[in-house]
């Protein structure tokens, strides 16, 4: 081990993102042996609307457990700021009985995610499951149903494995409501193969960041991944303090592409479903001179000629299994984008790890 790997796992961050193929494995054992997932499974099966909730990191966490819950349910769903709640709440209104909320938040004491599951539950009568990291929270009191991740809990402000974790168990969640339990078992079989592979995946990442300096970021998906991709925005952001932002890839082409230059690092996250497509902004960006990197499942000829690099999964089964892993490369680039500058990703400026307001 060197002396730089040794100061790395002196931060609770690094050694959270190193984390997450074991966690998610228990994660999932939980998910399969506990009678907590029966109980849910049994309050919520007659819901046909989902309302996922959440504020910041678990917002974007919500956007895509609600694309995933569709797709694998074929249920309407969708993503709602936790902020939305409080001041639009007549924005919700539908058929209250048939619509369940599921509000997000890694300490469960998030000031707006408690106040919204209040709101849903009291003032619009929406059924309330809470999604939390931390045992006898406001949130799991706020609510008719709690989900609690004990193990995904973190000590570093910034998520990481929290929002990973979590994001698997409302696949699930959705998985053993369609009856799909092939999917579930991809997602158990993808968490004992990632275990392994994440430190190979830490040093390609380091070793890239090394050697580039960028002004700015950007990240791209679509469909399911566009809610990775703002989540990633968010950790170079918030590790870094790096002018970082995130769009749909094939949006990026209708005008944001003017910021592209050399010192812009451009992370596509390219799905199955729209690679062929996706590919094609790839190239575009890598001809106007930005530095490219592709996350992807299997990388063709075109990808790897567009790319400065590669982050390669090849994992078999439903494209949905990828979300998780998908954002870690990410998580690794805002952590050295922070080292690179000098800063502490434990202690990423302005920010607290919970937000609470008076």
Not at 70 to 86: D, F, K, N, P, Y
Request: aromatic letters at 8%; glycine letters at 6%; proline letters at 3%.
């Amino acid at each position: 081990m060197t002396k730089i790997e040794k100061q790395y796992m002196q931060t609770f961050t690094w050694n959270e993102i190193l984390s997450q193929g074991h966690t998610w494995q228990v994660v999932l054992d939980e998910m399969r042996n506990g009678n907590t997932v029966e109980n849910i499974l049994h309050a919520t099966r007659n819901k046909r609307e989902w309302l996922f909730v959440g504020c910041g990191t678990s917002f974007y966490l919500a956007e895509a457990a609600a694309i995933s819950r569709t797709l694998l349910t074929g249920q309407a769903a969708r993503a709602v700021a936790g902020s939305e709640i409080l001041l639009y709440p007549k924005l919700q209104k539908g058929k209250e009985e048939e619509t369940q909320a599921v509000v997000v938040s890694r300490s469960g004491r998030t000031s707006e995610a408690v106040r919204a599951a209040s709101v849903l539950r009291n003032d619009l009568r929406i059924s309330t499951l809470g999604i939390t990291c931390a045992e006898n929270s406001e949130l799991e009191k706020a609510c008719d149903l709690a989900l609690v991740l004990r193990e995904a809990d973190e000590q570093s402000t910034v998520m990481t494995r929290s929002f990973t974790s979590m994001l698997l168990a409302l696949q699930v969640l959705g998985a053993r409501q369609a009856g799909n339990q092939p999917f579930v078992e991809s997602l158990s079989a993808l968490a004992e193969q990632f275990g392994p592979r994440i430190a190979g995946l830490a040093k390609q990442m380091e070793a890239f960041k090394t050697q580039q300096t960028f002004a700015d970021y950007v990240f791209l998906g679509q469909g399911p991944f566009h809610g990775i991709a703002r989540e990633a925005a968010l950790k170079v952001m918030e590790m870094s303090c790096s002018y970082s932002q995130s769009f749909h890839a094939l949006e990026f082409r209708h005008g944001p592409k003017a910021i592209v230059s050399p010192a812009t690092c451009l992370t596509f996250l390219l799905s199955d479903t729209g690679q062929k497509a996706e590919a094609e902004v790839l190239s575009e960006m890598k001809e106007l001179g930005g530095i490219t990197v592709a996350v992807c499942n299997r990388a063709n000829s075109e990808i790897r000629d567009a790319s400065d690099l590669v982050i390669e999964f090849e994992f078999p089964g439903n494209e949905l299994a990828l979300l998780a892993p998908y954002i870690v490369p990410c998580q690794f680039l805002g952590f050295f984008a922070a080292l690179r500058k000098g800063m502490n990703p434990d202690q990423p400026k302005n920010l607290s790890r919970v937000v609470i307001l008076d």
